[in-house]
């Protein structure tokens, strides 16, 4: 083995561990399981020493593989720097960009948004990871971020995508059943889909008072997708940003409930560590993501709202 496999060999160690599993490391780096395997018992001959204790299913590091992967993360990170150092000195849109978001958003908006982008700027690649969880964008060197609300970390950039309103919901089977409210105090009387990023206490501004009422219902979910459906189905009454159900409430398919009430708007921001902006890759997405977006984005007085301030520090 030449020192040039070596290095390559460690940054597929690394890679395995990273990932949880050999499956999940041949998917991201583009080779076979058995090429992976076969790099990793190349590197054990090589060191005299076993770096993982293997079963069927699963693996788990050695002391010695435990010390090592230390310095195979270092150099797949260090690898990963230089290449991206590199891209910065190119004037046009090129190399490999990671972003994460919601499955809901991700699904329903940004993905037709980088199919566009990409036919736009065919030299650049896209790793996708749809995910509800919160992601360490530092920690797993990811690009750029797509959530509600910018995330509290000083040490990224943020910049607003878009804003819409939330509105309360209901479909026209579930009215027929149980009714429309006709007040806030009848909200606590109905069904509802509850939805883990949204309180169980409704925050309304219903002319010039504020009202907190507190909901319930019998389906409870973690995903947006899953809420609309759960909504459409008739289950309860549902909070929901207003953009994904405009065509479904002008077609009569769904009901707007209280609309003189206003719940607090729903914003959605670009997270990005500091310095990516420099690339030309990652500003011509974000600059490309805001003006797709700022369609959505619409005030109360009529005018878009999104921000149109880059970070690029």
């Known amino acids: 083995m030449s020192a040039l496999d070596e290095v390559r060999a460690m940054m597929i160690f690394a890679r395995v561990v990273d990932e949880g599993g050999f499956s999940a490391a041949a998917r991201k780096m583009g080779l076979s399981r058995a090429a992976i395997s076969h790099q990793i018992r190349q590197l054990e001959t090589?060191?005299?020493?076993?770096?993982?204790?293997?079963?069927?299913?699963?693996?788990?590091?050695?002391?010695?593989?435990?010390?090592?992967?230390?310095?195979c993360r270092t150099i797949s990170l260090e690898a990963e720097a230089a290449r991206k150092r590199v891209e910065e000195l190119r004037d046009d849109p090129v190399g490999k960009i990671s972003?994460?978001?919601?499955?809901?958003?991700?699904?329903?908006?940004?993905?037709?948004?980088?199919?566009?982008?990409?036919?736009?700027?065919?030299?650049v690649s896209i790793d996708v990871h749809l995910s509800d969880e919160v992601?360490?964008?530092?920690?797993?060197?990811?690009?750029?971020?797509?959530r509600s609300g910018p995330l509290k970390n000083s040490e990224l950039k943020n910049f607003k995508l878009y804003q819409t309103h939330r509105i309360i919901a209901?479909?026209?089977s579930y009215v027929s059943k149980f009714g429309l409210p006709e007040s806030p105090d009848d909200l606590s009387e109905h069904e509802w889909v509850?939805?883990?990023?949204?309180?169980?206490?409704?925050?309304?501004?219903?002319?010039?008072?504020?009202?907190n009422i507190r909901v319930s219902g019998s389906v409870r979910v973690d995903n947006a997708t899953a809420r609309l459906q759960f909504l459409r189905g008739g289950h309860g009454l549902a909070v929901v940003p207003l953009c994904d159900v405009q065509q479904e409430i002008?077609?009569?398919?769904?009901?707007?409930?209280?609309?003189?009430?206003?719940?607090?708007?729903?914003?959605?921001?670009?997270?990005?560590?500091?310095?990516?902006?420099?690339?030309?890759?990652?500003?011509?997405?974000?600059?490309?993501?805001?003006?797709?977006?700022?369609?959505?984005?619409?005030?109360?007085?009529?005018?878009?709202?999104?921000?149109?301030?880059?970070?690029?520090?």
Do not use: W
Request: proline share 5%; charged share 25%.
């Open 99 to 123: 972003l994460t978001c919601s499955v809901h958003l991700g699904t329903l908006r940004i993905v037709p948004i980088l199919d566009r982008f990409r036919q736009t700027y065919p030299g």
């Open 250 to 313: 002008d077609a009569g398919e769904l009901i707007r409930v209280l609309p003189d009430c206003k719940l607090p708007d729903l914003e959605i921001y670009a997270v990005y560590p500091g310095g990516v902006t420099r690339s030309a890759k990652v500003q011509s997405l974000l600059d490309y993501m805001r003006r797709e977006m700022r369609e959505i984005d619409i005030s109360r007085n009529g005018q878009v709202q999104g921000d149109s301030h880059i970070d690029h520090s």
């Open 170 to 172: 209901a479909s026209t």
């Open 194 to 211: 509850m939805y883990s990023r949204v309180p169980e206490t409704l925050t309304l501004q219903c002319g010039e008072g504020t009202r």
């Open 46 to 71: 090589r060191l005299g020493v076993p770096l993982l204790r293997r079963s069927t299913r699963s693996f788990s590091l050695t002391d010695a593989g435990a010390r090592y992967y230390d310095s």
């Open 135 to 146: 992601v360490d964008l530092i920690g797993r060197g990811i690009d750029i971020a797509v």
